[in-house]
């Protein structure tokens, strides 16, 4: 979460909801939103993920997708973002 650094709790109070938000929202189209079954998808760096989210904007819904099968259990991985970057790249 991007934050400035040492503010007073008066300030940080005004701006932690947007970090928050910021945080966790997931392009959809044009706007972005929170959605709380994709939420639980973990970060997985290349090669390590094993599903990819998308927008369908027909029909207006987040699809998540498994690339590979995923054993009952298993942790879901995908890419935050940048996924055609190398990891250095990323960095």
């Known amino acids: 979460m991007n934050l400035p650094r040492n ?3 008066e300030e940080l ?5 947007l970090a ?3 945080t966790n929202a997931v ?12 939420a639980r ?11 990819v989210y998308s ?5 207006g819904v987040l ?3 498994a690339l590979k ?6 942790e879901l991985l995908t890419a935050y973002f940048r996924t055609l970057q190398t990891r250095d790249e990323r960095r």
């Open 7 to 9: 503010l007073p709790p």
């Open 69 to 74: 099968d995923i054993p009952k259990g298993e």
């Open 41 to 51: 998808l973990n970060h997985g760096c290349s090669g390590a993920f094993n599903s």
């Open 55 to 59: 927008w369908r904007e027909r029909e």
């Open 27 to 38: 392009a959809a189209g044009s706007n972005v939103g929170l959605f709380p079954t994709m």
């Open 13 to 17: 109070s005004k701006v932690l909801p």
């Open 63 to 65: 699809v998540v997708h």
């Open 20 to 22: 928050i938000f910021q």
